[in-house]
């Protein structure tokens, strides 16, 4: 089974900015699409950005124009650079793949998850 340990998450004022890193290993044969989700406090789970093995990209409205996605496919590594940051952006950021393993069985990996704090 493979792992995302996500990294990057903290305090921030509005305005600032911070950049979420998101590596994958284990047994892995390739990764399909990777994203960023995140929840707020008494919220469910919603979509911020997600790209694919080619590079293309998907964002949340809220966050288009301020959120960046990129990938790092050599090192199974997902960025999310985000600028601009809002309070409303508070939330704990988890990351997600869609992994083949070496079995050439696909399946949908989270990670733990990573703190942002946006203070006004």
């Known amino acids: 089974q493979a792992q995302l340990v996500e990294s990057g998450g903290g305090l921030v004022q509005a305005g600032g900015s911070l950049r979420l890193s998101c590596a994958a290993s284990?047994?892995?044969?390739?990764?399909?699409?990777m994203g960023w989700y995140r929840q707020a406090p008494g919220k469910q789970r919603e979509l911020v950005a997600v790209?694919?093995?080619?590079?293309?990209?998907n964002y949340a409205d809220s966050v288009k124009g301020r959120f960046t996605i990129s990938r790092d496919n050599a090192k199974e590594t997902v960025f999310l650079q985000m600028n601009n940051l809002k309070p409303e952006d508070t939330a704990v950021y988890y990351c997600?793949?869609?992994?083949?393993?070496?079995?050439?069985?696909?399946?949908?990996?989270w990670g733990q998850g990573t703190q942002v704090t946006v203070s006004s």
């Open positions: 284990g047994s892995i044969f390739s990764i399909n699409a």
């Open positions: 997600t793949a869609e992994i083949k393993n070496t079995a050439r069985s696909t399946y949908s990996q």
């Open positions: 790209i694919t093995s080619g590079g293309g990209t």
